[in-house]
């Protein structure tokens, strides 16, 4: 499976983002999908995972509240809905997909998308 993640951008403290992560392959109903992230001097985190079906999502405790991944078989996409947003939210943005949900690392990566949050 590919995968393209796109919507990031310069956003302001406190204001949202919507991120896309379009998946190219049949099988992608069949993959969990998972955003992580990597700042600058750090090293990747686990941000969101929502299994194949979307019945269960599972967040890192720094963004639980605040982000919310979604999912649209149909279209072979993941979101991450992502509100009130802090500085150290900055980091480049990856989706990622594994048969099974891995909030240690995933088979299949994408291309990250840049966020940046100002103060």
């Known amino acids: 499976v590919q995968l393209q993640a796109s919507g990031g951008g310069l956003v302001q403290a406190g204001g949202s983002l919507r991120l896309s992560c379009a998946a190219s392959g049949r099988t992608f109903s069949s993959y969990a999908m998972g955003w992580f992230r990597q700042a600058p001097g750090k090293e990747r985190e686990f941000v969101a995972a929502?299994?194949?079906?979307?019945?269960?999502?599972y967040y890192a405790d720094s963004v639980k509240g605040r982000f919310t991944i979604s999912r649209d078989n149909a279209k072979n996409t993941v979101y991450l809905q992502m509100n009130s947003l802090k500085p150290e939210d900055t980091a480049v943005y990856y989706c990622a997909a594994d048969p099974i949900v891995n909030p240690d690392g995933m088979d299949y990566w994408g291309k990250g998308t840049q966020v940046t949050v100002s103060s």
């Open positions: 929502i299994s194949w079906s979307g019945g269960s999502t």
